[in-house]
């Protein structure tokens, strides 16, 4: 049974491979020639040659690639590109005059995120930011736009054309004005001053807006303000401040108390802002320069905004638009009567000081609400022009001032105008507190009053919580002699309390199985014992009249390990050895350290070969303590502790120090108890200074063994 490979074929049902450098098609002239993909035996795509004549001038047998029906059939030519010219053509085989391109349909360009590399010899189309733009071989790049043309009408009319704001659906800049919409938004940046503005004769008056407070997410900054202004419009108090994002209130001043809904603390300081904001992105921005009136557009083309109409002739533009225009608020900077936006702050003015800033709420053309500047004469001294807020009922009569702010004093008002002097909140009703779940966290700035399960609380700054009871007749007016808000501890009735446990003059706690705790207990000694305080010590590894009197050296570059019992906290300082004999000698390289029960690092001395941390030589006959101080102090708790030390000195003169140890023959016991705890031990090591962490697997016992003591 012969294969395709056998006889040098291609097989029709399997993958094939073609080892050599071309495939060929041929037939005849005028004859169709392709490739076709299929699925199911169906065709789908058919790359090919078309039938196309040859008639000489490299005419004829064109490229095609085309898709396919679900039967099969001829659905489109997708790419064409005729021999003869090279013209290639997408969606169509008809080319366009000479183009070396043709699109059989619209040209879709997606964004670009920066312009292309300037390069010579021809330009480039982009799109970016949804607008076509050309970039030209000197480099500069522009968009593609439209031509002008000059003005026909404005708004329908036709000549010497002047506008109001009525003419574009606007509020007029002077006069009463009544906007007829569900909302009026003032929308900037996060981050910048949000404002409606209550003036005098030009002045600021109140300010009533949102604060500069970034939001960093959570729902914060973007807090609400309201700023009272001096008689010259200058900041003079902010008598009401809420929190966004925990919807906190605070009368006089901006900081919150704790978690306190509500604080009062007296004026609250807002500084001026320091420059112009920052332009919206996506709107435009209008501003004064010089005096004149001016628009930035989104994409920063500037220009001043000036009167229509006179006798110039025909109007070329308006407000930088062309052709039929028709103007909306927006293009002059105006507020539309039916849901606007305004960018950055809205002011109300009232010509006289005798005369009320009003803005209303309304609902079908009836008052609701009105938050104004009342119309009372400005008598100096910032006195004047105080802020209420305004309930109306359902026929738009006047039912109560439900909020008051003076002013001169900052102080606000509840349900009443008539405030008492010196208080920054006057309350005509009751203040009513929604329960807490528990108590408000503690702040030093003040106490906070608040209510849980129907009854009220305060938690005073140093977090001491009491609950307000009503005092009278029958009530207790003493306790132990003392008076207001006791608090009954065992100290006051003569005992001792739970904080005394373990410390002086009070008693010692007991653990599990009902002993006293010997970290609760002094050091002590069987009688007529001595103890390391008795030589002035803190702690050591036994009494020293226990040790060897031969002199044992601890061998250059050897770590030594003896371990020491901490009986109760101790602060320590150094580590004392006793030595028989040094006439100094040890080099870099020499440490100590104070590990624990797990090989941590407690405590280090310094380098021991340094004047500031080398044990002290020893020439007297017997000798004496040498110690070195460590780094720091450290307080030790009770415990099994290691000390650690590496001594490095010539061998050979004998440089190292002759130390207390005790007895060292070849099988001494290092490791005694049930539980096989090393009492001294060797270790490997060659580290220059104390390692961070020691493993207590890796001791090994040694015949030396020396005496270490603490203090």
């Excluded at 590109?81 to 040209?107: D, E, I, M, N, P």
């Excluded at 009525?166 to 404002?195: C, F, K, M, W, Y």
């Excluded at 994002?245 to 807002?270: N, R, W």
């Excluded at 006195?383 to 008051?404: C, I, M, P, Q, R």
Aim: aromatic share 8%.
């Amino acid at each position: 049974m012969l294969t395709a490979g056998d006889v040098n074929a291609l097989p029709a049902s399997a993958d094939a491979q073609l080892d050599a450098q071309y495939l060929t098609l041929n037939t005849d002239a005028g004859m169709a020639r392709a490739f076709r993909y299929r699925s199911a035996g169906v065709d789908r795509w058919q790359m090919q040659v078309d039938d196309t004549p040859e008639a000489g001038s490299n005419a004829g047998s064109n490229f095609q690639l085309s898709s396919r029906n679900d039967d099969g059939s001829f659905n489109k030519t997708v790419v064409y590109a005729s021999r003869a010219s090279g013209q290639v053509a997408f969606g169509t085989t008809v080319t366009h005059g000479s183009a070396a391109a043709t699109v059989g349909g619209a040209l879709g360009l997606r964004d670009s995120g920066s312009d292309p590399t300037t390069t010579s010899g021809g330009v480039f189309l982009y799109s970016k930011g949804g607008v076509p733009y050309f970039r030209n071989a000197d480099g500069t790049s522009f968009p593609v736009q439209p031509v002008s043309y000059p003005v026909s009408s404005v708004n329908g009319d036709t000549g010497h054309v002047t506008l109001g704001a009525s003419d574009v659906g606007a509020l007029p800049a002077e006069h009463d004005a009544t906007l007829n919409a569900q909302h009026l938004r003032i929308n900037s940046a996060a981050g910048t001053l949000r404002s409606l503005d209550l003036q005098t004769a030009g002045t600021d008056r109140w300010t009533i807006g949102t604060d500069d407070a970034a939001e960093p997410g959570s729902n914060g900054g973007s807090n609400l303000r309201v700023t009272a202004r001096n008689d010259d419009g200058s900041r003079a108090s902010t008598p009401l401040h809420i929190t966004r994002g925990t919807g906190q209130v605070s009368f006089g001043t901006e900081s919150k108390h704790g978690s306190a809904i509500v604080t009062t603390a007296g004026p609250l300081g807002v500084k001026d802002s320091a420059a112009d904001p920052p332009n919206v992105a996506g709107g435009f921005a209008l501003y004064s320069k010089e005096g004149k009136p001016f628009l930035k557009q989104g994409d920063g083309t500037v220009f001043q905004v000036g009167a229509g109409g006179g006798t110039g002739g025909a109007v070329q533009s308006v407000n930088g638009k062309t052709g039929v225009v028709s103007l909306t608020a927006a293009d002059v900077g105006a507020v539309p009567t039916w849901g606007g936006t305004v960018d950055y702050s809205f002011g109300v003015n009232a010509p006289t000081d005798t005369e009320y800033g009003s803005w209303y709420y309304k609902k079908q053309g009836k008052a609701r609400w009105v938050m104004q500047v009342s119309g009372a004469s400005e008598t100096g001294a910032d006195a004047g022009s105080n802020w209420t807020l305004e309930n109306y009922d359902d026929a738009a009569n006047w039912k109560s001032t439900v909020l008051y702010a003076n002013r001169a004093s900052g102080g606000v008002g509840v349900n009443t105008t008539t405030l008492i002097p010196g208080s920054a909140l006057t309350v005509n009703g009751a203040i009513g507190a929604r329960n807490l779940t528990g108590d408000p966290a503690a702040s030093s700035a003040g106490a906070q009053l608040y209510a849980k399960a129907g009854l009220l609380y305060v938690k005073q700054g140093d977090g001491t919580v009491f609950q307000v009871q009503a005092g009278g007749v029958g009530g207790v007016s003493s306790v132990n002699g003392q008076t207001g808000a006791v608090m009954i501890d065992l100290d006051s009735l003569g005992g001792i309390g739970w904080a005394d446990r373990g410390a002086a003059n009070g008693v010692p706690s007991l653990d599990s199985a009902k002993h006293v705790q010997t970290d609760q207990l002094p050091s002590f000694a069987k009688p007529s014992d001595f103890d390391p305080t008795d030589l002035g010590l803190k702690a050591w590894s036994s009494d020293p009249a226990m040790c060897s009197v031969a002199d044992v050296y601890p061998t250059s570059g050897q770590g030594r390990v003896t371990a020491v019992k901490i009986n109760e906290a101790v602060s320590v300082s150094n580590i004392v050895w006793y030595f028989k004999g040094y006439a100094g000698g040890l080099r870099s390289g020499s440490w100590a350290g104070i590990y624990n029960a797990s090989g941590a690092l407690v405590r280090v001395t310094g380098d021991l070969s340094t004047a500031a941390y080398e044990p002290q030589e020893q020439h007297a006959t017997g000798g004496g303590n040498s110690w070195s101080k460590l780094t720091s102090a450290v307080t030790l708790q009770p415990g099994i502790y290691y000390v650690v030390f590496r001594m490095v000195y010539n061998e050979t003169t004998v440089d190292g120090p002759a130390m207390l140890a005790y007895d060292n023959q070849a099988a001494c016991p290092s490791r005694l108890g049930f539980n096989n705890m090393w009492r001294w031990a060797s270790l490997n090591t060659t580290a220059s200074s104390a390692p961070s962490s020691i493993s207590t697997s890796s001791f090994v016992g040694d015949p030396k063994r020396f005496w270490v003591g603490l203090a």
